[in-house]
Each structure stands twice: as C-alpha cells, then as structure tokens.
C-alpha cells in the first residue's frame, strides 16, 4: 500500500513538473510555405536555418504550375506562397473567388522571348509563331513586352491583361499560340519564339541575360510576392518569414546565383 501510494505521489510530481517545462516541439512554429522550384524554393532554403533560430520551422512544398499554390493556400492546406506578382494574385482573387492577400515582395524575375531560331528581333520572318503564356495576366505581359520592342502595337485601352485581340498593328504578322507557361520551354522547338516567365527559364537552364533575344528591364512592375490567407495576414510568424526574406543575405544570394536574371525588389 505504502508503495503504491509513494508511486503515485511520485508519477503526480512528475506530471507537475513537466507541466512547466518548456516543450520545444509543441512551441515551434511552422509555415508550411508553396513554391516553384526555382527561384523560389531555392531562396526559401536560403533563410530556413535561420528562420528556425527564432523557433519557425519552415516547410517548402514545391508545385510546378502557377494554379494549385493559390487554391491549397486558400483551402488552408499550406499556410504561405511564394511564386506569382500583384496582377497575377489580383486576376485570381477575381476570377477564383479566392481570399489571399500579398504581404512583401522578394525579387523580380525579367519575362524574356526565347529562340532556338533567331538571336535577333531583326530576324524574325513573316508570320513566325510566338508562344506565350496562356493564363490572362502572363500572356498580357508577354504581349506588353513584344510592344516594348516594336514588333507589336496594342490598342491604347489594352492593359495588364492584353490579348491577340488588342493588337491594333503587327508589321511582321506574327502568329501567337497560348501555352501554359510551365510547358514553354519544351516547345520551344517547335514555334520560333516563346515568351517564358522567368522562373521556368531559369529552371530550364537558361541564362536571362545571355539567352534571351529580349528581356525586360527594371522597369518591370512584376515584382514577385509571399502571398497567405486574409484570415492570417497579421501572424507575427510571416513579420518574421518577410524580414529573413528581405534580408542582405539573400538579397547577396539573388544577386550572385542568377546572373541578373532575377533582382531583389525590396
């Protein structure tokens, strides 16, 4: 009797005891965070050391099209999302009935036209085909950016979200074909020209600043953003996540990794 009355006096100070005592499993934060896998997830990896010595454990789960990062964030499935801009994330909000709001911007990633054809705008024939990317936002700038050059000229209402329709002058006449983005670098042996988002071209290999026939400048209003859910957007967590990201250190990284081809925008 005596035993089992010490055991239990003995187990019920132990409960006590680790009642107080701090569990540093249960008090860490985590952001399970989307991205694509270049450049984003590789900038992730770049603060997740130092992230986790303010106790947040970051999470990258890496998608490879530029829909299903939206809808898993606004389901709740992830908490954060790394790898669109502020037009891109206000089309979506739009047409998806989505509920996600951008809290910093990262870098900008220049939109290039890519060839396998021609190295100059010069040599682009008559009625030559020119993918670009088939979502409206993307596919507006594509076309905003072949303007920028000459080869185009849009209607003077055209906006973010031009289309082939908008195209009021096309000296060349080319010819435009829509593709999802994450598939034009593979077809680019098959058309004369395509414009690829600058994620996709680095993760295809390419080098922006060398491959490109034409590139955006810095005047890009496409600056790259961390996108959560409404519910969420004044987490001290993501205050957090920001300041690592906007931090010297990977502004350094972008800068040495990418060749100009992504610049930081903060």
Do not use: C
């Not at 021609?118 to 088939?134: G, M």
């Amino acid at each position: 009797m005596k035993r089992t009355v010490g055991l239990l006096l003995s187990l019920t100070i132990l409960a006590i005891w680790a009642a107080f005592i701090p569990n540093a499993a249960a008090a860490e934060e985590v952001i399970k965070i989307g991205a694509t896998p270049v450049p984003h997830a590789e900038i992730l990896k770049v603060i997740k050391e130092d992230i986790a010595k303010e106790g947040i454990k970051l999470e990258i789960i890496e998608f490879t099209d530029y829909v299903k990062p939206n809808l898993a964030l606004n389901d709740k499935e992830i908490d954060a999302n790394y790898y669109q801009h502020l037009p891109y994330l206000e089309n979506f909000n739009a047409n998806h009935r989505t509920k996600l709001a951008a809290i910093g911007t990262v870098h900008v990633e220049a939109m290039g036209l890519y060839s396998e054809k021609v190295k100059h705008i010069d040599e682009l024939k008559e009625k030559s085909l020119i993918a670009v990317p088939s979502d409206s936002v993307n596919g507006g700038r594509a076309l905003l950016l072949l303007q920028a050059n000459g080869l185009i000229t849009l209607s003077d209402k055209a906006g973010l979200e031009a289309t082939e329709r908008d195209i009021v002058e096309n000296p060349k006449k080319l010819r435009f074909k829509s593709i999802e983005a994450a598939q034009l670098p593979r077809i680019l042996p098959d058309v004369d020209g395509a414009v690829i988002n600058g994620n996709y071209a680095l993760e295809a290999g390419f080098n922006p600043t060398e491959d490109a026939v034409l590139l955006e400048g810095s005047e890009s209003p496409y600056a790259n953003i961390v996108v959560v859910h409404e519910d969420s957007k004044d987490d001290e967590k993501f205050a957090i996540l920001m300041k690592h990201l906007n931090s010297e250190k990977v502004a350094q990284f972008i800068l040495s990794t990418y060749n100009g081809g992504v610049t930081p925008a903060f």
